[in-house]
């Protein structure tokens, strides 16, 4: 098979796996753990010599493509693999094509971290090894950001576009939710933000999304 996607559902690799799945792409799904050794072994540091989960090998001519890091995995399948016609999570236009690009940066340097914190010291991590004071931390950090991309939503809406992008669900709102999903998932309470626990439910209760996480379960 042409496309082959590397890593697990319950890692970043939900990323490149819900872009594809939103696609309806025919793809090899490895599912290479994030522990135990198995990122590095030789086969895998050839795909990735950082020996990290995911990466994504696109065999499409004599030349493969490789791809790491998740945020580059899903933008690459809607810009290469998506049709951009208006329909689907592709970006169909310069305008929602920096939307895409703006906010998936933007959630790597001023969301990730801070909400990994979070779901790690909060449910994630065995309790002996939890540390509840740098979960206090990451919450209060993670206030601004949210505030952020609350106003952006309300503004959005305010414009008829219930997404980050367009007024359709695009890889923008995919690749941001999966990140704002940990919040949730931590239990922070998310109440001094309700357009974005609005629009956090509704990319989450994308068949899609669901069809990603399944392919967890064999």
């Given at each position: 098979?042409?496309?082959t996607?590397?890593?697990?559902?319950?890692?970043?690799?939900?990323?490149?796996?819900?872009?594809?799945?939103?696609?309806?792409l025919?793809?090899?799904?490895?599912?290479?753990p994030?522990?135990?050794?198995?990122?590095?072994?030789?086969?895998?540091?050839?795909?990735?010599?950082?020996?990290?989960?995911?990466?994504?090998?696109?065999a499409?001519?004599?030349?493969?493509?490789?791809?790491?890091?998740?945020?580059a995995c899903?933008?690459y399948l809607a810009?290469?693999h998506?049709?951009?016609?208006?329909?689907?999570?592709?970006p169909?236009?310069?305008?929602?094509?920096?939307?895409?690009?703006?906010?998936?940066?933007?959630?790597?340097?001023?969301?990730e971290?801070?909400?990994?914190?979070?779901l790690?010291?909060?449910?994630a991590?065995?309790?002996?090894?939890?540390r509840?004071?740098?979960?206090?931390q990451?919450?209060?950090?993670?206030?601004?950001?949210?505030?952020?991309?609350?106003?952006?939503?309300?503004?959005?809406?305010?414009?008829?576009?219930?997404?980050?992008?367009?007024?359709?669900?695009?890889?923008?709102?995919?690749?941001?939710a999966?990140?704002?999903?940990?919040?949730?998932?931590a239990?922070?309470?998310?109440?001094?933000?309700?357009?974005?626990?609005?629009w956090?439910?509704?990319?989450?209760?994308?068949?899609?999304?669901r069809?990603?996480?399944?392919?967890g379960?064999g």
């Amino acid at each position: 098979m042409a496309l082959t996607l590397y890593g697990i559902p319950e890692s970043r690799a939900i990323r490149p796996l819900w872009a594809a799945c939103e696609l309806g792409l025919e793809f090899e799904h490895v599912p290479v753990p994030f522990e135990g050794g198995a990122t590095r072994s030789p086969e895998f540091l050839a795909i990735n010599p950082n020996g990290r989960i995911p990466a994504l090998l696109d065999a499409r001519d004599d030349r493969p493509v490789v791809v790491w890091e998740s945020m580059a995995c899903a933008l690459y399948l809607a810009r290469v693999h998506g049709v951009p016609d208006g329909a689907s999570i592709a970006p169909a236009s310069p305008r929602e094509e920096a939307g895409a690009l703006r906010w998936s940066f933007w959630t790597v340097n001023e969301l990730e971290r801070d909400a990994l914190t979070v779901l790690m010291h909060r449910v994630a991590m065995p309790e002996a090894r939890r540390r509840p004071v740098l979960a206090e931390q990451a919450g209060r950090r993670l206030a601004p950001p949210l505030t952020v991309l609350e106003a952006h939503l309300r503004a959005q809406q305010a414009r008829g576009e219930a997404h980050l992008a367009a007024a359709r669900f695009t890889v923008a709102d995919l690749c941001v939710a999966s990140v704002a999903n940990w919040v949730r998932a931590a239990g922070m309470p998310l109440a001094e933000w309700p357009a974005v626990v609005g629009w956090l439910d509704a990319c989450m209760d994308r068949p899609a999304y669901r069809a990603a996480r399944a392919l967890g379960r064999g």
